[in-house]
Nanobody, 125 residues
Framework: VQLQASGGGLVQPGGSLRLSCTAS????????VGWFRQAPGKEREFVAA???????HYTNSVKGRFTISRDDAKNTLYLQMNSLNTEDTAVYYC????????????????????WGQGTKVTVSS
């Protein structure tokens, strides 16, 4: 299984970006797909995840601003990011696991078997 993340770029504070995570080798709907990010000098942190059941979970700092959606025809999961601020600047990674991870483990990067390369998001004026 391979995951490919894309869609990063430079955006002004208050702007929006949509990240994509495209899977090959397995359908994205059969995976728990998580988004993680790593800012310069900081540890990788959980952002959001969607389970095969369709349920989603977001870290508190992005609730109400970020939304996960899925396009089964394109085998792609999206992370729509609105109202971006400078603290959202990071390299974003998508990760997948064939299990329906429970909420208490969704945020643990060690639970995910598959990782895409990162896509850089820079929020700056």
């Amino acid at each position: 299984v391979q995951l490919q993340a894309s869609g990063g770029g430079l955006v002004q504070p208050g702007g929006s970006l949509r990240l994509s995570c495209t899977a090959s080798g397995r359908t994205v709907r059969s995976l728990t797909v998580g988004w993680f990010r790593q800012a310069p000098g900081k540890e990788r942190e959980f952002v959001a995840a969607r389970r095969p059941s369709g349920s989603t979970h977001y870290t508190n700092s992005v609730k109400g601003r970020f939304t996960i959606s899925r396009d089964d025809a394109k085998n792609t999961l999206y992370l729509q990011m609105n109202s971006l601020n400078t603290e959202d600047t990071a390299v974003y990674y998508c990760a997948g696991d064939p299990r329906q991870l429970i909420i208490s483990t969704m945020g643990n990067s060690a639970e995910y078997d598959y990782w895409g390369q990162g896509t850089k998001v820079t929020v700056s004026s």
